[in-house]
């Protein structure tokens, strides 16, 4: 049983040794993304052994499709906007880029719905709105043959402003009171050269 044990450990630190220092570059998106209309390519890049920095930027498109139940009408709506997403990653395996990370995450997200011209009101867009918050996320980063997948979970905080086209209607979300949630998700990409 000791010669099991003692064989393990050795191929086990064997294992370690040969792993390469993993990518100091990655480029990635969110393949999810794209069937909810919001298309965003992020880029890492490792600062040191245990620490990295991520961007992520996109943009928003798509209609929406609401169904008015009194008069059994249906208003179409097309959205626009951006979303810009800064973390800074901390690595405790001492490979950045690479493995189980703990990160903190900021979020800002503004778009706008406008009424399609088929409906009779002359005010546009129907409404703005803008999301800004805050995570803390635990993920992990798997790397191997350049391919990279990123699956993270944590809480979020959001602040939701919304400005609707009739200044009459306000709806405020305040940080820490239904702005919150989870966040969670996956990307996919590349990464190059050595950390």
């Known amino acids: 049983m000791k010669n099991i044990v003692l064989f393990f450990l050795l191929f086990c630190a064997g294992?370690?040794?040969?792993?390469?220092?993993?990518?100091?570059?990655?480029?990635?998106?969110?393949?999810?993304?794209?069937?909810?209309?919001?298309y965003q390519l992020g880029y890492e890049q490792a600062l040191s052994d245990q620490f990295s920095v991520q961007v992520s930027a996109g943009m928003i498109v798509g209609e929406l499709t609401a169904y008015d139940s009194t008069s059994s009408e249906s208003v179409t709506a097309s959205r626009s906007g951006f979303i810009v997403i800064p973390e800074v990653r901390f690595y405790p395996g001492k490979k950045a880029c690479e493995g189980f990370y703990l990160a903190a995450v900021a979020r800002f997200r503004s778009e706008s719905v406008d009424i399609s011209e088929s409906v009779d009101i002359s005010e546009t867009p129907l409404y703005t709105r803008n999301a800004t918050g805050a995570a803390l996320v635990f993920g992990y980063q798997y790397y191997g043959d350049g391919v990279m997948v990123d699956?993270?979970?944590?809480?979020?905080?959001?602040?939701?402003?919304?400005?609707?086209?009739?200044?009459?209607?306000?709806?405020?979300e305040q940080l820490f009171n239904g702005g919150n949630g989870v966040r969670f998700g996956v990307n996919v990409g590349f990464g190059w050269g050595d950390n």
Do not use: C, R
């Not at 990518?23 to 909810?36: E, H």
């Not at 699956?151 to 405020?172: A, Y």
């Open 151 to 172: 699956v993270f979970l944590g809480p979020q905080f959001k602040h939701i402003d919304t400005k609707w086209f009739d200044e009459s209607i306000s709806e405020e």
């Open 15 to 38: 294992s370690l040794m040969a792993q390469s220092n993993g990518p100091a570059y990655v480029i990635k998106t969110n393949p999810f993304g794209l069937f909810l209309g919001q």
